[in-house]
């Protein structure tokens, strides 16, 4: 399962950087909350998890939370792109329900370690022509930068895995985790210069919050 679990965030990685290529990022974000369907759909399935009508509601908040701060500015055309964000939030959803599984059976810390390792090499072998542009991450500039991006992602990436060691939390995780979409606007209003449609932004963090409560 850990290998599955590496073979599915592999392909939701690749997938995501091929649909941001051809769709624009609004049109990612709304289609990813489908994401949240499914990991409360395989969620009750395969790990036997209960759902009710307040998590249901808190859910229901959080994906509306997330359509409000999206700027789309054209509708929807099905289209490859689109194919790849619905095949990233389909993989995506099932990825975070094996995450749950196996993190009950390893230590959070070594299993985010591991599957990190070997989501690289399966992303490898989905792309492996990135292989020609290595130059570029061995330099020092670009290695600054990553520093604190890994750090800062390890970091989640273990809070998350201690998170889903509770049972019965899957579907309620993988919800809250869709709220990152809220917190990263509300970050880029303090710390960038994004104020536009401020009030928007302001209840679908109110909203999000409420969401969140729900699925305590």
């Not at 993989?91 to 070594?110: E, H």
């Not at 990152?180 to 509300?186: C, F, H, R």
């Amino acid at each position: 399962m850990l290998l599955l679990a590496s073979i599915l965030w592999g392909a939701t990685v690749v997938f995501l950087f091929k649909a941001l290529q051809l769709v624009d990022v609004s049109e990612v974000t709304i289609l990813s909350t489908i994401r949240v369907l499914v990991i409360i759909a395989a969620s009750m399935i395969f790990l036997h998890e209960s759902f009710g009508i307040v998590k249901i509601i808190g859910t229901v908040i959080i994906i509306v939370s997330t359509l409000l701060v999206t700027d789309l500015k054209k509708g929807i055309t099905f289209n490859k792109g689109v194919l790849y964000t619905l095949l990233m939030a389909l993989l995506g959803g099932l990825a975070i329900v094996t995450d749950s599984f196996n993190v009950k059976q390893y230590d959070p810390v070594f299993y985010n370690s591991i599957q990190n390792f070997l989501s690289g090499f399966c992303i490898l072998l989905f792309y492996p022509k990135a292989l020609k542009q290595w130059q570029h991450f061995v330099q020092p500039t670009f290695l600054k930068k990553m520093l604190p991006l890994g750090i800062f992602s390890t970091i989640q990436a273990i809070a998350y895995l201690v998170a889903l060691v509770t049972p019965g939390v899957t579907a309620q995780v993988g919800t809250i985790k869709q709220s990152t979409v809220i917190l990263t606007v509300i970050l880029a209003i303090v710390f960038l210069p994004e104020k536009n449609n401020l009030l928007r932004k302001i209840i679908a963090a109110v909203l999000v919050t409420v969401g969140v409560f729900l699925l305590r």
